[in-house]
């Protein structure tokens, strides 16, 4: 029996990924180190996400990864940044090379870093990260290693989108299940909103669930913050 390449066996194992096994930063974990085992010219990994709203180095396979990334945050240019951005594919086949991001170039070099390439992370055509390479080689990703990264990124993209809707449908689920434990509450906020919005029952619940979705807090604590704001009126 042929023995599968280690870039075959981590295509293989990335597109059995089972995303509730873990939370979603240990999908994106998962992810860096099965980049990490896949593509032979790589030393480590970083995947660059937003995180409040910045972008960060949300999880790396060496804490060298996030020490040189903070130049391009600091900066506000690097390859990673571009690959997120703009949604293509950033090669730095030398540090030593004049050249853009200069910040990024002397951070890497100094850490030992000789070429970098950053490959957008995108699933139907919506941005989720960025996944950076990093190789102590001079002009490490040559065609045929680009063609490999990209083909694995697109797999990645797909596991990490899938996360995050799993996730997200997860919050909403229990979301839901607390504010079944706190209907009164919600029943009195749909009852605020109904003769504020001249609205159905169902479509007053769905401005509460948008408002919760749109402020990332519980559908019970925008509901009470309606009920108290409402007595808070009446009492003016």
């Not at 009195?188 to 029952?201: D, F, N, S, V, Y």
Request: aromatic share 8%; net charge negative; hydrophobic share 45%.
């Amino acid at each position: 029996m042929p023995v599968e390449s280690p870039f075959s066996e981590s295509l293989a194992v990335l597109s059995r990924f089972f995303v509730g096994e873990g939370t979603f930063t240990d999908t994106l974990q998962r992810v860096a180190e099965l980049t990490e085992t896949a593509l032979e010219p790589v030393d480590f990994v970083g995947l660059t996400m937003l995180m409040e709203n910045r972008a960060r180095t949300a999880v790396f396979t060496d804490s060298t990864s996030p020490t040189i990334d903070q130049a391009q945050y600091d900066s506000g240019e690097g390859p990673c940044l571009d690959a997120f951005r703009e949604g293509r594919v950033v090669s730095v086949p030398s540090m030593t090379d004049d050249g853009p991001y200069p910040a990024f170039r002397a951070a890497a070099w100094a850490h030992g870093v000789n070429s970098t390439l950053s490959l957008p992370l995108a699933a139907e055509h919506n941005s989720v990260g960025a996944m950076n390479l990093y190789s102590r080689s001079r002009a490490a990703f040559g065609p045929d290693e680009c063609e490999l990264a990209v083909t694995f990124a697109s797999q990645a993209a797909i596991v990490l989108a899938n996360a995050a809707a799993y996730w997200d449908a997860f919050d909403l689920s229990s979301d839901l299940a607390d504010a079944l434990d706190h209907r009164a509450v919600i029943e009195q906020a749909k009852g605020i909103l109904m003769g504020a919005q001249r609205c159905t029952p169902d479509e007053a619940f769905d401005l509460l669930v948008t408002a919760s979705q749109r402020e990332n807090v519980k559908l019970r604590v925008i509901a009470q913050r309606m009920v108290e704001g409402s007595r808070d009126l009446a009492d003016d």
